[in-house]
């Protein structure tokens, strides 16, 4: 890694009577897997680069509750969610981006009732914004004309109809865009929402990952392009069990932006 | 005797009416069952909702073969009806095409029923086929076996046979107008039962008059019997999808409902000055609320609405990532569930001098299983497929509720997971001081 990335907590700024422009929930998954970290870094390294004042709550924060929520514990979930917005609330948080499209759902929609009002953004639409204000710029082209498919997160894209910012992206990457059969509003979910990542599948002929996968690799991509941590985990595997892991790249958009910045 | 016709017309249409008026009742009876949910907000977008999805089909279209012929049956159904109007008055008084006096307004609208009606013969034509020829996957799954296949089969041929009564009525009819009978004053435009009556070249006018009036009778019967029948089927959606896409929800699609009834005694937790050992409230004698559901009157009167309103179309479970991978979880069979259950739930009721007397039975288990509840991955295609507002995984979220609140039975992967998420902050075994070591690690 080319520069030590700089990562600055709530309590740091809250104790040298400083607020970030935004808060970064890294979530669960960017915080504690190993593939989902390395989006983290990536997305770290754009905010750095961009000069975002940005703050993590690091140790302060906790599960949003979403993977309880979906498995029908409410009382965990609003437990979880009671915390973190009285955490959240302390440091009087009002914009939050994340890269988890999960926690993204979870904070943006189900966390107003019970107390917790925040502008939350999935972090494709903020690195779009960054864009749009020529705060971060892209050079390069060294994904120019390859050939990369997009797949939709359910939680961004049918659950808050975020379709367009990853896509946007993607574009300015010079890269070859190219849908899959089901996309967008019909997009295929990778298998893992619901809570579904923590358990095993029910009884069927098929992984949902797999099917997935196979709608991917009909459009010979040489990179996925994703935009939620499990649904990267879930099309890697898939990938894996199709031995072509050597082809197919599955990443993340930040990665893919800091992959191209050289970061 | 000259009124016999009407009073006999009378007789019949009161009938209709009136047994379909009792289905109606009861329908609204067994929907009421729901709990109570507040919808009266935004009205604004809610008939905006109404008039695009439902009136304006905007969501039939996404499938381009299937949405076309619909829209043609749809405004069939809808045009169509002006002349039942006609129909009833002219039964009533005992007159015959009441409206012609509307001279070339009248041509130009019995020639538009008329070409509606063979577009319908021909849509209704092509249903049929995708149903039992072409064997489209979706009408196939196990779910459709038995009376679901039979029904929608039947609704095609009663509209076929619908569509050919009228063309036949009109026929004869234009076939008396040729020959000045009495009565059939020259009237309407018939650009396709003109092509019927040279069949009927040849017979007397008696038995012309005859044929004319057993099809205009038939034709009237059949439309009040198909009225009747709605209620049995799965039809009722030319009358429910109005209402249930402005009830519909309008919350982003990721948005689950938060139980208030958790909220209180989350913040009762929360709250460092409340005191553990308090006395319950005097009045405090109302039996707690029960989580989630695991029958059909502990679901929403919405969630009952929308059980009534589906037509099992299955573009739910065709876009549905479990079933399309072979789970057992069909959200069309989660919506025929709930009707099915809420039908029985009724009939007990009636039975029982409107009290439910328990039955040993429920919507878990006895129609819905766990593992198709397990099975959901609450993607969201389902809720997008539906042409008119259904939300299958709310119901699959309520008793997902019940499973894991009232009964502490969910899957032990996932009991595992809440723990975690319970102990350490993460849905894994990590320790939450850990978590920013991410920041550290090459």
């Not at chain 2, 008026?21 to 919808?39: C, F």
């Not at chain 2, 169509?80 to 006096?101: C, K, M, S, W, Y």
């Not at chain 2, 507002?389 to 996932?414: C, F, G, H, K, N």
Request: hydrophobic share 40%; net charge negative; glycine share 8%.
């Amino acid at each position: 890694m080319a520069n030590e990335l700089k990562v600055p907590t709530m309590a740091e700024l809250f104790a040298a009577g400083q607020k970030p422009e935004v808060l970064f929930w890294v979530g669960c998954a960017g915080s504690f897997d190993d593939r989902a970290k390395k989006i983290t870094k990536a997305f770290v390294q754009l905010l750095n680069k961009a000069n975002v004042s940005f703050a993590v709550l690091g140790t302060e924060e906790s599960c949003t509750g979403d993977p309880a929520k979906r498995s029908g514990n409410e009382f965990l979930f609003q437990m979880q969610a009671v915390t973190n917005i009285e955490v959240m609330n302390a440091y009087g948080i009002n914009k939050i981006v994340t890269a988890c499209p999960h926690c993204f759902n979870t904070i943006k929609n189900e966390y107003p009732g019970l107390g917790g009002h925040y502008e939350v953004v999935h972090h494709t639409q903020f690195l779009k914004t960054l864009f749009d204000d020529n705060r971060i710029t892209l050079e390069g082209g060294k994904f120019k004309g390859k050939r990369i498919t997009y797949h939709d997160p359910c939680y961004l894209g049918r659950a808050n109809n975020v379709y367009e910012a990853p896509r946007d992206l993607i574009r300015k990457l010079d890269a070859e865009l190219i849908e899959m059969k089901s996309c967008k509003e019909k997009g295929l979910c990778c298998g893992a929402g619901g809570a579904q990542m923590f358990k095993e599948p029910e009884k069927g002929d098929k992984d949902i990952n797999i099917e997935r996968t196979e709608q991917a690799m009909e459009t010979k991509p040489e990179i996925i392009a994703a935009g939620c941590p499990f649904c990267n985990t879930m099309m890697t595997d898939g990938v894996k069990n199709k031995e072509k892991e050597g082809d197919i790249a599955v990443m993340d958009i930040a990665e893919l932006m800091a992959s191209a910045e050289d970061l | 005797m000259e009124y016999l016709p009407n009073i006999i017309f009378v007789v019949v249409l009161t009938a209709g009416i009136g047994f379909f008026a009792k289905n109606v009742k009861r329908l609204s009876r067994n929907i009421k069952l729901g709990r109570d949910v507040d919808v009266s907000d935004n009205t604004g977008q809610r008939w905006k909702n109404m008039a695009r999805i439902a009136l304006g089909q905007s969501k039939m279209v996404v499938r381009p073969i299937a949405g076309f012929l619909h829209i043609i049956v749809y405004v069939g159904f809808i045009i169509i009806n002006i002349e039942v109007v006609e129909i009833i008055l002219d039964g009533i008084l005992g007159t015959h095409r009441l409206f012609a006096p509307l001279g070339i307004v009248y041509d130009g609208l019995i020639g538009s029923f008329e070409i509606l009606a063979l577009l319908v013969i021909v849509a209704v034509t092509i249903f049929w086929v995708r149903r039992n020829i072409i064997r489209i996957k979706r009408f196939i799954k196990p779910e459709m076996a038995g009376w679901p296949k039979k029904d929608g089969n039947l609704i095609l041929y009663i509209e076929l046979v619908l569509m050919t009564l009228f063309l036949t009525m009109n026929g004869a009819d234009y076939q008396l107008q040729q020959m000045g009978a009495a009565h059939y004053t020259e009237a309407g435009m018939f650009p396709v039962s003109q092509f019927i009556a040279p069949l009927f070249q040849g017979m007397s006018m008696s038995s012309l008059i005859l044929l004319e009036r057993t099809a205009w009778w038939l034709h009237i019967i059949g439309i009040l019997c198909f009225l009747n029948y709605l209620y049995y089927s799965k039809h009722l959606h030319i009358l429910l999808a109005f209402p249930n896409t402005y009830y519909g929800k309008l919350a982003p699609k990721g948005q689950f409902k938060n139980l208030d009834a958790v909220t209180a005694e989350v913040k009762l937790m929360m709250d460092p000055s409340a005191d553990p050992f308090a006395a319950p409230a005097e009045d405090d004698t109302a039996e707690p609320a029960k989580f989630g559901a695991s029958d059909v009157t502990d679901l929403s009167w919405v969630q009952l609405l929308n059980s009534y309103t589906c037509t099992e179309c299955g573009r739910c479970t065709d876009e549905c990532p479990a079933n399309q991978t072979g789970k057992k979880l069909s959200p069309r069979k989660i919506m025929m569930d709930t009707r099915d259950r809420l039908e029985e739930v009724g009939k007990n009721i009636d039975a029982n001098k409107g009290q439910f007397v328990d039955d040993g039975k429920q919507l878990l288990d006895g129609y819905i299983s766990r593992e198709e509840l397990w099975a959901c991955t609450t993607c969201n295609a389902c809720v997008q497929a539906c042409p008119v507002s259904i939300d299958p995984l709310s119901i699959i979220m309520d008793m997902r509720q019940y499973l894991v609140m009232e009964e502490s039975a969910a899957p032990t992967d996932l009991n595992n997971m809440m723990g975690n998420v319970e102990n350490n902050g993460a849905p894994w075994p990590f320790n939450q001081m850990d978590r920013l070591n991410w920041a550290k690690e090459e």
